[in-house]
């Protein structure tokens, strides 16, 4: 089955300041028992688990999947955010020197999403992105990972509210209402766009509501798409968010959110839109369905109607 991990590795020993360290993170953790590192590092944490291990000179923390695209700052040390799932040939990468992100890889299937910064010391002798992750781990803690003893001692933490989300972010829209381009350009956050971006997204989903498609295409919830089409646009104008669109999905796709006549294509480009719509947000497991897409010509469906 392979790795199926995600996590934080920081370059400094929280052991005695753990409560400063949660301070930091915006985490509130309770104490659950002591583990051992085998325990602590198997695969796919729950969410609501945070496993922690301390080496000498760094932290090494185990975090569920749901948190894997956010880099966690520290502006006195160097952290690794990482999520490496061998299952699914998914791979992210958030490494930040004293609170300034500098590197950002994701890639899945060997495709390169996101490939941000300037390249890490250890990426000239690391043959994959896998091994990138486990030898800036290494860097970053000071020990390597295979070094780690299955019995040696970890700690079990429990999240007692959400992580590294922000109040408004539990908002939840009515995705009917209209909404201006002036108001979500003035009142409404990054973080607020976004989370207003995915509601509607979910909805798509769970309906199999081809997103793709221009919004009055879809009669009865048109109103929800005249809005997700106005999100998007906002987003687009908002030059720093690049990053967080490719987190979601490629640049390329999202690009083309609402912008197809249903009259000018065929079923099997409708087929593959649903494809495309069922990954956007998705965890690392969904791009290992067998749906997942394979030839060149399936790849650059969203090219031609530009």
């Not at 690391?126 to 290494?138: C, H, K, P, R």
Request: aromatic content about 12%; charged content about 30%.
């Amino acid at each position: 089955m392979g790795f199926n991990i995600s996590g934080l590795a920081i370059n400094r020993n929280y052991e005695n300041e753990f409560d400063q360290l949660q301070k930091e993170l915006g985490w509130n953790l309770e104490k659950q028992s002591e583990i051992d590192f085998e325990t602590a590092s198997s695969n796919w944490t729950e969410d609501e688990v945070c496993n922690v291990y301390f080496t000498k000179n760094g932290t090494l923390i185990f975090i569920g999947m749901d948190m894997y695209t956010d880099s966690f700052p520290l502006k006195s040390d160097n952290t690794l955010t990482f999520a490496l799932s061998e299952t699914s040939m998914a791979f992210n990468i958030n490494y930040c020197e004293n609170g300034v992100e500098k590197r950002s890889i994701m890639e899945v299937n060997d495709e390169r999403m996101t490939d941000e910064g300037e390249k890490l010391e250890i990426e000239e002798k690391s043959e994959d992105t896998s091994e990138i992750i486990w030898n800036q781990i290494e860097k970053v803690i000071g020990k390597r990972f295979w070094d780690i003893e299955p019995d040696e001692k970890a700690v079990r933490y429990v999240f007692t509210k959400n992580v590294g989300i922000k109040e408004n972010e539990s908002k939840i829209y009515c995705i009917d209402k209209p909404i201006s381009k002036e108001d979500l350009s003035t009142e409404f956050s990054d973080d607020e766009l976004f989370k207003y971006f995915d509601q509607i997204i979910e909805f798509a989903q769970k309906n199999q509501i081809n997103a793709f498609l221009i919004p009055w295409a879809h009669k009865d919830n048109g109103r929800k798409f005249m809005n997700l089409f106005a999100i998007i646009t906002e987003i687009s104008n908002r030059n720093n968010l690049s990053n967080t669109i490719t987190k979601r999905m490629p640049l390329d796709r999202f690009k083309m959110l609402c912008r197809f006549d249903p009259e000018k294509i065929d079923s099997k480009t409708k087929s593959q839109m649903l494809k495309e719509l069922n990954m956007i947000g998705s965890k690392t497991t969904n791009y290992s369905s067998e749906e997942t897409l394979n030839s060149s010509e399936e790849k650059k469906w969203w090219q031609f109607w530009k």
